[in-house]
C-alpha cells in the first residue's frame, strides 16, 4: 500500500458539496459519472491525496441506501495499491470478505475492489489501483 488514495464523501448534492469545498480554496475537478455505481462524482485534490463527493443517481444505488440509512458523510477510505490483482489474491486467500469479488473500472479508469467492513475493521475500505497499470 503506498499511500491513501482519496476519502469517499456521500453527498445528497454534489453541488452543495463543491461549493464548501470551494470556499476552502480547493479546485474541484470536472463531475464524472459512474453508471455501474449509479452515482455522480467530483474529485477534490488535497495535497498527494483526493475527496471524492459522491452523489446519487438512482434511489437504489449503494451511496442513495447510506444516506438514508446513515446521513451525509465519510462513506469510505481508498487505499493506492501497485498490483491490484495479486493483492485482491491474497485477500481472498487469508479469508478477507470482499464485496467485489471482480476487480471493477471506476472514475478516471481506475480499477478496484472494496473489502467489507467485518474484514477491515469497520470501514469500508476501497483498494485502489491507478488507470493503465495492470498487474
Known amino acids: 500500500m503506498t499511500q491513501i488514495d482519496h476519502l469517499g464523501i456521500a453527498a445528497k448534492s ?16 470536472p463531475e464524472e459519472s459512474v453508471e455501474a455505481e449509479k452515482v ?17 443517481t438512482a434511489p437504489d444505488s449503494t451511496i442513495a441506501k ?3 440509512k446513515r446521513g451525509q458523510g465519510l462513506h469510505h477510505v481508498a487505499m493506492n495499491v501497485t ?11 487469508s479469508g478477507t470478505r470482499l464485496i467485489n ?28 489501483e491507478d488507470a493503465g497499470h495492470s498487474g
Do not use: W
Request: net charge negative.
Open 14 to 29: 454534489l453541488a452543495e458539496a463543491k461549493q464548501f469545498y470551494e470556499k476552502l480554496g480547493l479546485e474541484v475537478m
Open 40 to 56: 455522480r462524482v467530483g474529485m477534490v485534490p488535497v495535497g498527494e491525496s483526493r475527496i471524492e463527493l459522491l452523489e446519487p
Open 83 to 93: 498490483n491490484l490483482a495479486e493483492t485482491v489474491e491474497r485477500l481472498k486467500a
Open 66 to 68: 447510506f444516506l438514508e
Open 101 to 128: 469479488e471482480e476487480i471493477k473500472i471506476g472514475a478516471g479508469g481506475h480499477r478496484y475492489v472494496f473489502a467489507h467492513p467485518s474484514s477491515a475493521g469497520g470501514v469500508l475500505l476501497e483498494l485502489v
